[in-house]
């Protein structure tokens, strides 16, 4: 008798050591959509004066599947379909008369961008470690981009604290794509373009060469310090630098300069050349934030950055959003955001630039401007998943909507959905 009860001591001793939790119970699918909308008047692609009229629509299948009580494998799959008005315009000449301010029907007047990626998890048996790999590729009509990367938690503490390290490496590259008005001019060109239709400088003798980089390369490295400061507040800071290598201009985006005289098509201003760029940015961000959890109904969730690059740009981004429990399956999300930055050093409005400057754009996202961001969110959620379809249990929808509008001529918004579904 007391050799069994031994033996069923030490059996029940042994199940208490070795039982843990699982890190994901059971399978769980992300179906999400989103509707993205802009304008605005500042066009890079035709030297920063021109319709930025943009749609977007995109699809996102995100499945995550346990594979023990450690591992996790999630695959993330996306399709992105795009109509441009402002893209439209690299070949501005195919259709009726060219403006920069009406769209033509060329083929970069719509691109689909495709994404697939893979993460893998492990946390370790007492779940304070956790390292991830993920693996990218994305691609569109000229454009193709591998990427890999990394990360390390660890929690301690009694999980009060948090530290984390990650780092990504992407490796893109270009099929350059020129302003259509430029191409007889770049390598085995004939060296003029239709003479007998120009206006203003009817010498058209743009200052273009072709580039001789089409690769860009990307790597990132974030560090991460979470800690609970209260049981209802919790903080965190972050560090991220990213350097940046290769083509970083963009290919169709035109540049028209003030000491040279303008030629034009129609209403279409021919261009002086291209955007020119360093081949080398150095990025750097310093984040917090900052969760409180007020009651049982509203929490708030803050946030600040401050960033700088070595291309001049100067940044603050602050953010607050509260959570705000309308009952025990649907929470309201309010929140706002607030962002400004500094011009680059290569920037200068529509025909500001000289000739003789060895870098240049016209892009208004490298700009002096500020930026004002409301949204407000709804979710649903039941976690008890009664709702089914076959063997899926509904698990939670969300459905957003924000407004951004810059203190330019720029502004877009976007209303995303989400449904959530887990395996019984």
Do not use: C
């Not at 005289?261 to 081949?279: H, K, R, T």
Request: aromatic share 16%; charged share 20%; proline share 3%.
């Amino acid at each position: 008798m007391i050799l069994i009860l031994g033996v069923q001591q030490a059996w029940s001793q042994d199940e208490e050591q070795t039982y843990k939790k699982r890190v994901l119970e059971t399978t769980e699918v992300n179906f999400l959509t989103s509707y993205y909308s802009q304008d605005g008047d500042n066009a890079a692609v035709t030297g920063g004066k021109g319709t930025e009229e943009l749609t977007d629509v995109t699809g996102t299948i995100i499945v995550s599947i346990p594979l023990n009580d450690d591992d996790v494998l999630m695959i993330d799959a996306g399709v992105s379909a795009y109509t441009s008005a402002s893209s439209s315009n690299v070949d501005p000449f195919d259709k009726g008369e060219a403006d920069p301010f009406v769209a033509s029907s060329g083929a970069s007047q719509s691109d689909t961008w495709v994404n697939l990626t893979g993460t893998y998890s492990h946390s370790s048996d007492d779940r304070n470690d956790l390292w991830s790999a993920k693996f990218s590729v994305s691609s569109e009509y000229d454009y193709f981009s591998l990427g890999f990367g990394g990360s390390y938690t660890k929690l301690f503490n009694e999980k009060n604290t948090e530290i984390s390290v990650n780092g990504n490496v992407y490796l893109d590259n270009w099929t350059t794509i020129y302003p259509f008005e430029l191409r007889p001019f770049g390598e085995g060109g004939v060296g003029f373009f239709r003479p007998d239709e120009i206006t203003g400088n009817t010498n058209y003798n743009p200052n273009f060469s072709e580039l001789d980089k089409t690769n860009r390369n990307s790597y990132s490295l974030g560090l991460g310090l979470s800690q609970i400061l209260h049981k209802n507040v919790q903080g965190l800071i972050s560090f991220d630098v990213i350097n940046q290598q290769g083509l970083l201009s963009t290919p169709f985006q035109r540049v028209y300069f003030s000491d040279v005289v303008d030629s034009f098509i129609d209403n279409f201003q021919l261009a002086d050349d291209i955007e020119q760029l360093p081949d080398g940015r150095l990025k750097f961000a310093v984040g917090g934030r900052l969760n409180w959890y007020l009651n049982e109904i509203v929490s708030l969730r803050t946030y600040y950055r401050y960033y700088f690059d070595d291309w001049g740009i100067n940044s603050h981004t602050a953010s607050l959003e509260a959570s705000v429990k309308l009952s025990d399956k649907f929470t309201l999300y309010p929140s706002y955001r607030f962002y400004n930055q500094s011009a680059a050093d290569y920037f200068a409005p529509y025909e500001s630039h000289l000739s003789t400057e060895e870098y240049y754009t016209s892009d208004y996202d490298l700009s002096k401007y500020s930026a004002n961001q409301y949204g407000l969110g709804i979710s649903y959620t039941d976690i008890f998943t009664k709702m089914h379809i076959s063997k899926y249990g509904l698990k939670s929808i969300d459905l957003k909507f924000y407004q951004y509008d810059r203190d330019t001529s720029f502004s877009s918004s976007i209303i995303t959905a989400g449904v959530k579904f887990v395996m019984d």
